[in-house]
Nanobody, 124 residues
Framework: QVHLVESGGGSVQTGGSLRLSCTAS?????MAWFRQAPGKERDAVAA????????YYSDSVKGRFAVSSDNAKHTLYLQMNNLKPDDTGVYYC????????????????????WGQGTQVTVSS
């Protein structure tokens, strides 16, 4: 069992920045960030496949968000710049240890481990 703990959420104004962190209790093969806006489904935001250090982004955050990791610390980061009100939601960290497929990175079912989430609020 891998435990994930997120931190770094908060409230900012439009155009501001935040950095989220997610620390895992053990090694994983890939990690991702999902977010859930009020009344909406949980959607993938960004992912990182450690073996090749491949990164993936949803169209809505491409160019504004950057995912990175510190493998020694089992930590995944999400640097969020130029934040918009539509970025508001609970951000969840997710991870998996199985085989990774770049074509499936958006699918929550491919992630076995989940954190409790951290709130991000962007005001206009």
């Amino acid at each position: 069992q891998v435990h994930l703990v997120e931190s770094g959420g908060g409230s900012v104004q439009t155009g501001g920045s935040l950095r989220l962190s997610c620390t895992a209790s053990d090694d994983t093969n890939y990690m991702a960030w999902f977010r859930q806006a009020p009344g909406k489904e949980r959607d993938a935001v960004a992912a990182l496949y450690f073996a090749a250090y491949n990164t993936y982004y949803s169209d809505s955050v491409k160019g504004r968000f950057a995912v990175s990791s510190d493998n020694a610390k089992h930590t995944l980061y999400l640097q969020m710049n130029n934040l918009k009100p539509d970025d508001t939601g609970v951000y969840y960290c997710a991870a998996g240890r199985g085989l990774f497929s770049g074509s499936r990175w958006l699918l929550s079912d491919d992630y076995k481990y989940w954190g409790q989430g951290t709130q991000v609020t962007v005001s206009s």
